[in-house]
């Protein structure tokens, strides 16, 4: 199982993450709802319906996803070479 997170401090400071990227504010509203940023959910590929974990850590919030297991596909005989002639940018990046 994969797992990614999104973490939000409730403190003045973010510390430890080279990878830390700051994608603005966000304000809870009276339902208790927060939104997350455009920009953040676009990068991480977040559609409608997504769903976390919530997990506090100490005065922290962590939004942990779970992404599905990667499936193997395999058959009786040699892959052909037109087996990935559709495959498109999707699999091999453009390349």
Do not use: C
């Not at 709802?33 to 976390?52: M, Q």
């Amino acid at each position: 199982m994969v797992i990614e997170s999104i973490t939000t401090r409730t403190g003045d400071h973010m510390s430890g993450s080279e990878n830390q990227e700051e994608y603005g504010t966000a304000q809870l509203n009276h339902r208790g709802r927060l939104t997350i940023p455009k920009a953040l959910r676009d990068d991480l590929n977040l559609e409608d319906g997504t769903e976390f974990r919530v997990v506090r850590e100490g005065g922290d919030i962590r939004l942990v996803r779970e992404l599905p297991d990667l499936e193997t596909v395999t058959r009786d005989e040699e892959w052909g070479s037109e087996a990935f002639r559709d495959a498109g940018d999707s699999t091999f990046g453009g390349r």
